[in-house]
């Protein structure tokens, strides 16, 4: 139990389009979800903390109008890179929490989304 | 606020040797401290957590972690080491259970046949 997935897994695109990744909880309902972004040889950043049926809750510094998030099921979670451009260019990660596993404190991860802006 | 350090950038092993893997944390009340593994191009792997209870927390993969409040640490051991373990290690911590998890810089295990 507690598995998490992203698509896609890789996605290279044009500077100023737009690019939406999914984060799916395939065996479980996730009522919060979190967003992260690693950069090379660096440790995760929280984004942004996703709750079902609510606005996200983003960190000091990253921006909610170019990081656009939704959370509109208990099983689907998406991040939207508004606008993007060569800076955006990461691996972002996604992960959730299983509330039904007894232990909400341990976050499960999906498989990442490395994103190249050209 | 609380932070976590992990002091080795990289630590290299033998294969068959004890591995440790070292993470330090700070927070004003009790911690929720985490280990978990990355392997290339993929997400983040639960190891093994420490909430309450014995210090000696034993996780996946024959890994254990030992919970030491006086030195506030929580290294991470593997008492005989393989190839496979080769990964980037993270040590995460947050200061309550709706608290955000706060991760330290990684450490890169290299585990040498």
């Known amino acids: 139990g507690a598995v998490v997935s992203q698509h896609p897994s890789r996605v290279i695109c044009k500077s100023g389009t737009s690019v939406k990744i999914e984060c799916r909880s395939l065996?479980?309902?996730?009522?919060?979800m979190f967003w992260y972004r690693q950069f090379p040889k660096q440790s995760l950043m929280l984004m942004a903390t996703?709750?079902?049926?609510?606005?996200?809750?983003?960190e000091q510094g990253v921006e909610k109008d170019k990081f656009l998030i939704n959370h509109a099921s208990l099983t689907l979670s998406t991040l939207t890179v508004t606008s993007a451009h060569p800076e955006d260019s990461s691996f972002y990660i996604c992960?959730?929490?299983?509330?039904?596993?007894?232990?909400?404190?341990?976050?499960?991860f999906g498989p990442g989304t490395r994103l190249t802006v050209l | 606020a609380q932070s976590v350090a992990q002091p080795e950038d990289q630590v290299n092993v033998a294969e068959g040797n004890p591995l440790t893997v070292k993470c330090t944390y700070s927070v004003s009340g009790n911690p929720y401290l985490f280990w978990y593994v990355q392997y290339p191009n993929r997400g983040l792997q639960f190891l093994l957590k420490y909430i309450t209870g014995d210090n000696l927390v034993k996780g996946s993969y024959g890994f254990e972690a030992e919970f030491n409040k006086s030195q506030t640490s929580f290294h991470l051991k593997k008492p005989s080491a393989l190839v496979s373990d080769s990964a980037l290690y993270f040590c995460?911590?947050?200061?309550?259970?709706?608290?955000?998890?706060?991760f330290g810089k990684g450490t890169r295990l290299h585990i040498l046949p």
């Open positions: 065996d479980f309902q996730a009522t919060t």
């Open positions: 995460a911590v947050r200061e309550g259970r709706d608290d955000k998890i706060i």
């Open positions: 992960s959730a929490e299983n509330p039904t596993s007894g232990s909400t404190d341990t976050q499960y």
């Open positions: 996703s709750n079902e049926g609510s606005k996200a809750t983003y």
